[in-house]
Every structure is written in C-alpha cells, then in structure tokens.
C-alpha cells in the first residue's frame, strides 16, 4: 500500500483515491464521506453504486463489494476503459491497493446442518470438475448433482458448503461472488501453497469458472 492509499485509510471515509472494488487508484473516488460518482476506468464501478452501504468491521457489512468484485473478477476483470490498462497490469497486485477495512475479515463460520438442509433448493450442473468459486480444474466437487463436500486446494472452499447457489439468480449467487471477490482482495492465497502449479495465472483460472456460476 503507497502512502496515499495509508493518508486515505486513515481518513476513513473523507478521501478515497482508490476503487474500494478493484483498487484502481488515478481517481478521487470518495470525499467528506460522499462518493464522487466518479466511474473506474478499471472495472466500471460508478462510486456510491456498488459500493453504497458497504459497512467495514463485519462481514455482512462488506458481502455486498465482496459479490460485485467477485462477479467482476469471475467475468474475466475486463477494463471499462481498455485504453487505460497498463501493459504490464496484474490484477493481484492492483487490489492490494485497496486498504485492509474494505477487504476483511474474513468470512464467518458456516452454519453446517443450515446448508445441508438447505442443499436441495440450490441449483447444480451434473458432475462439476470446476471449482464454483475460484475455477480451479481436477477434482469432483458435485457428483450428479450432489455436493462430494470437497475442499478446493486454491481457494479453500468446500464444495456443499461454501458453494450454493442457483444459475441465473443474483440473490443465490451472492454467496459464492462474495468468496471470489474476498478470496482476490486477500491476494488469492492456496489453501494447500503446496499445490499451486509454478507458472499459476489467476485469470487464467478464474476463467475455467462456468458460465452459471460467474
């Protein structure tokens, strides 16, 4: 973090010259606690739009950015303003722009005898090979259509469990964009380092993520 991402940090709300979203950081976007409704150049948030509400010190209070930056990220972090992407730009790294209040804490226990009983009004693909959340390739998540209770090797999930939702449906994919987008903002951590290949490219893995769960 530069120096005048800690200046706004400190501030709170009364400078922002960062996306809480994507980090991009060449705008004002927040001042005296109001959004400027300035647009990233990066991932087209408009300020005070995806970004209204959200709360820090809780996880309930960021789900909210957290789902915008996950569906942005899942849809391959495409530029709203290409010309403005530098040749040499890495998604990881620009995040770390953000300041630590809007990318954590960390997501709460899950309620497990909650989200088994609740399994069966959620959507699946069959057999899924590909992490909902982060696209991770190789293992069997759901097996014809039932969750295997999997713990993906990058991003720690666990398939049944930290992945319902319903293709097609915002308020059921809330939960897994909410993960993608805190999972990216922490710096996309493995949860066996072990396993991530030499040469890993996180948009290259994000992008095997299928199209109902993006």
């Given at each position: 973090m530069t120096e005048k991402h800690i200046a706004a940090d400190a501030q709170g709300d009364d400078a922002e010259d960062f996306c809480r979203m994507c980090g991009f950081d060449e705008y004002r976007f927040w001042?005296?606690?109001?959004?400027?409704s300035m647009i990233c150049a990066c991932c087209g948030n408009e300020s005070g739009i995806a970004d209204m509400g959200a709360k820090s010190g809780s996880w309930a209070g960021l789900e909210g950015l957290h789902a915008f930056r996950g569906e942005w990220v899942g849809s391959g972090a495409r530029w709203w303003n290409p010309r403005m992407k530098p040749r040499d730009w890495d998604l990881l790294e620009q995040l770390q722009n953000i300041p630590p209040v809007w990318r954590t804490p960390v997501p709460p226990p899950a309620d497990l005898a909650r989200r088994v009983a609740e399994r069966p009004s959620y959507g699946s693909l069959g057999t899924e090979t590909e992490c909902r959340i982060c696209g991770l390739s190789g293992?069997?998540?759901?097996?014809?259509?039932?969750?295997?209770?999997?713990?993906?090797?990058?991003?720690?999930?666990?398939?049944?469990?930290?992945?319902?939702?319903?293709?097609?449906?915002?308020?059921?994919?809330?939960?897994?964009?909410?993960?993608?987008?805190?999972?990216?903002?922490?710096?996309?951590?493995?949860?066996?380092?072990?396993?991530?290949?030499?040469?890993?490219?996180?948009?290259?893995?994000?992008?095997?993520?299928?199209?109902?769960?993006?």
């Open positions: 001042e005296a606690g109001w959004p400027t293992q069997v998540f759901w097996r014809d259509g039932t969750p295997t209770e999997t713990v993906c090797l990058s991003c720690g999930s666990v398939s049944g469990i930290d992945d319902l939702g319903t293709p097609g449906v915002w308020a059921a994919l809330r939960g897994i964009r909410a993960r993608r987008g805190y999972w990216v903002a922490v710096g996309a951590p493995w949860a066996v380092p072990a396993a991530r290949p030499a040469e890993w490219d996180v948009l290259a893995q994000l992008a095997r993520i299928p199209d109902d769960w993006r």
